[in-house]
């Protein structure tokens, strides 16, 4: 046996033993999944640890790479080589590429209805097929308000959809 499978096979089993384990009052512990609460700032250090948090959470089934776009508060969208353009670019031939069934792309900003506009945008330039994203997932963390529109483009290029609203 190699190294790597041998060290994956014994921290496998360290970690099914442990949840075995009794508790204080003899009953095994239950695991209690937290759920993390976003920043009420636009402070991107805290953002992107809430967003840590949320995203593992929702790796069920992912099996290949995980693809996360996160924009900072306070973008200009209207800024022609600013981060929103650029974004959007990547994102946009990212989909004209295609993406490989088992990864995941996540969409989360501070400012949610700006992030969505910009995966309406992105996911809807000519020429992305509606198999684009196809056995993939699309996690948005954002606001209910800008969920119905970013759901229906996520499974217009044939995504899987998760949307997680945002409580502050």
Do not use: H
Request: charged residues 20%; hydrophobic residues 45%.
């Amino acid at each position: 046996m190699n190294r790597p499978l041998l060290l994956a096979t014994a921290i496998a089993a360290t970690l099914l033993l442990s949840a075995c384990q009794p508790g204080q009052n003899g009953n095994a512990e239950q695991q209690v999944e937290v759920v993390p609460v976003a920043p009420s700032t636009d402070d991107d250090t805290a953002w992107k640890a809430y967003l840590g948090q949320v995203i593992a959470q929702n790796m069920d089934g992912v099996t290949e790479r995980t693809f996360n776009y996160y924009l900072p508060a306070g973008v200009d969208p209207a800024e022609p080589e600013g981060p929103y353009a650029r974004m959007k670019t990547e994102i946009s031939n990212t989909l004209l590429r295609t993406v490989l069934p088992g990864n995941m792309l996540t969409f989360s900003s501070p400012n949610s209805t700006l992030m969505a506009d910009l995966v309406v945008a992105a996911f809807g330039i000519e020429g992305v097929q509606d198999t684009a994203l196809r056995g993939s997932r699309v996690l948005f963390i954002g606001e209910a308000k800008d969920e119905a529109r970013v759901r229906e483009a996520a499974l217009a290029v044939g995504a899987e959809f998760r949307f997680v609203e945002v409580k502050r």
